[in-house]
């Protein structure tokens, strides 16, 4: 069974930061050729990519978001990162992790309050 745990969300004055944490159970064999994600959720609106990263490393961000996130992997840990710096009330969201290869796995979510 494969599971996507994140971890790390929370409540943040505007400039702090947080680090989201996604660790992945039952796609560990292969993890390494799994593209992953970081999506968002804000109430009423859709589901965005926040970051993404490759089987390669391959990076790619929101515009809104480049040079405040940065996302990584440890495919020796089987888990995926989310480094964000300078946050700002439009970050709140329900942060998902996403797992990509062949098929796409989801995680429960994370929720993450930009607010003073």
């Keep these: 069974q494969v599971q996507l745990v994140e971890s790390g969300g929370g409540l943040v004055q505007p ?36 970051a993404r990263i490759t089987s390669s490393s391959i990076t790619n961000y929101l515009d809104s978001v480049k040079g405040r996130f940065t996302i990584s992997r440890d495919n020796a840990k089987n888990t995926v990162y989310l480094q964000m710096n300078s946050l700002r009330p439009e970050d709140t969201a329900v942060y998902y992790c996403n797992a990509e290869y062949g098929r796409t796995y989801w995680g429960q979510g994370t929720q993450v309050t930009v607010s003073s």
């Design 15 to 50: 400039g702090g930061s947080l680090r989201l944490s996604c660790a992945a159970s039952g796609i560990t064999l292969n993890f390494v050729k799994y593209a992953l994600g970081w999506y968002r959720q804000a109430p009423g609106k859709q589901r965005e990519l926040a």
